[in-house]
């Protein structure tokens, strides 16, 4: 299902990519493989906490804190932003975390979306750009 949500190739090789990466670390730690012929990162990730028998909203929380990491880190490389103040960022926004992944449990399967079109757009004008700093 997420990998269906991905509306360009960049977005969809970025996930492919993240659950190769991960499911490749879980085979080497002998914990297996997500048994899906194409994992995405989401895939992997919710594999390893199911095997690791973690409860939905700490594997929930860690995932959100992933992400969030993520975007923190990679502003630091592309943005005049400097270690300190991605560490602040991090501390104010994680604190949010665990109030988000309340609310997002609540949500019923069927109220699930993806609607994001000003994302689609960029990422297709992203995805045919000369040079870039980063393949997401």
Do not use: C
């Not at 594997?59 to 923190?72: C, H, I, S, T």
């Not at 960022?89 to 975390?97: D, E, K």
């Not at 609540?106 to 004008?125: E, T, Y």
Request: aromatic share 8%; no cysteine; proline share 4%.
């Amino acid at each position: 299902m997420f990998l269906a949500s991905r509306e360009t190739a960049e977005l969809r090789a970025e996930t492919v990519q993240m659950g190769y990466s991960l499911n490749r670390l879980l085979k080497d730690l002998g914990v297996g493989e997500a048994p899906v012929e194409e994992p995405s990162f989401p895939a992997a990730f919710a594999f390893a906490a199911a095997h690791w028998k973690i409860e939905p909203e700490a594997a929930l929380q860690a995932y959100l804190w992933a992400w969030l990491e993520n975007q923190v880190m990679a502003a630091v490389k592309a943005v005049p932003l400097g270690q300190t103040d991605g560490q602040r960022i991090l501390l104010n926004l994680g604190g949010l975390i665990q109030e988000l992944s309340k609310k997002i449990l609540s949500v019923k399967d069927d109220d699930l979306g993806n609607f994001a079109p000003g994302l689609a757009m960029l990422s297709a004008q992203h995805e045919t750009q000369y040079s870039r700093l980063f393949r997401s």
